[in-house]
Antibody, heavy 117, light 113 residues
Framework: QVQLVVSGGGVVQPGRSLRLSCAASGFTFSNHGMHWVRQAPVKGLEWVAAIWFDGSNKYYADSVKGRFTISRDNSKNALYLQMNSLRVEDTAVYYC??????????WGQGTLVTVSS | DIVMTQSPDSLAVSLGERATINCKSSQSVLYSSDSKDYLAWYQQKPGQPPKLLIYWASTRESGVPDRFSGSGSGTDFTLTISSLQAEDVAVYYCQQYYNTPRTFGQGTKVEIK
């Protein structure tokens, strides 16, 4: 069955960096676009970034453009989110999600990123 | 960016009764080339990731009970739970995937009256 396991969250000071990983299994990872979506505490969902199945195209929310980088390694069935220059407002649970037929059909459990001094 | 606005923010419905959630987009999410509405509905229970319920505005995801249905086109959409069950208590989100950034509604919390 499809599994997406997110890791790498934690507590980090403002201005520092963190890299999230999403390990995929149960499907042909290299056939699917992938997304990161975040949810601040007691808030709604915010789309963060997306990457095409082959990594050739990447898209970002304005709120993270220039600070976050989405990437993937199809040989390892892994998706990444490199987060630099973190801000307090980046505090959220970060989910990775598979894209199938344009829609996000499977989501990982998420990892909490807390940006605090 | 396409702004998605849901109404109401919350609603309380008796078990077995109908729940209706509305979602309005600031511009049409109907793609003329394929005549599809790029609109999805998700259910999120506490401590869990979102779960896909409906895509293309009205297509039910495999395994989703048929009491969930989606309707609408263009800019106005509705998610209906025909007979509310206890396990349907959750927050429901609409999302447009017509373009990036993909945007979500603010969410509607459904509770039991």
């Amino acid at each position: 069955q499809v599994q997406l396991v997110v890791s790498g969250g934690g507590v980090v000071q403002p201005g520092r960096s963190l890299r999230l990983s999403c390990a995929a299994s149960g499907f042909t990872f290299s056939n699917h676009g992938m997304h990161w979506v975040r949810q601040a505490p007691v808030k709604g969902l915010e789309w963060v970034a997306a990457i095409w199945f082959d990594g050739s195209n990447k898209y970002y929310a304005d709120s993270v453009k220039g600070r976050f980088t989405i990437s993937r390694d199809n040989s390892k069935n892994a998706l990444y989110l490199q987060m630099n220059s973190l801000r307090v407002e980046d505090t959220a649970v970060y989910y990775c999600a598979r894209e199938s037929g344009n829609v996000n059909d499977y989501w990982g459990q998420g990892t909490l990123v807390t940006v605090s001094s | 960016d396409i702004v998605m606005t849901q109404s109401p923010d919350s609603l309380a419905v008796s078990l077995g009764e109908r729940a209706t959630i509305n979602c309005k987009s600031s511009q049409s999410v109907l793609y003329s080339s394929d005549s599809k509405d790029y609109l999805a509905w998700y259910q999120q229970k506490p401590g869990q990731p979102p779960k896909l319920l409906i895509y293309w505005a009205s297509t039910r995801e495999s395994g989703v009970p048929d009491r969930f249905s989606g309707s609408g086109s263009g800019t106005d959409f509705t998610l209906t739970i025909s007979s509310l069950q206890a396990e349907d208590v959750a927050v429901y989100y609409c999302q447009q995937y017509y373009n990036t950034p993909r945007t979500f509604g603010q969410g509607t919390k459904v509770e039991i009256k």
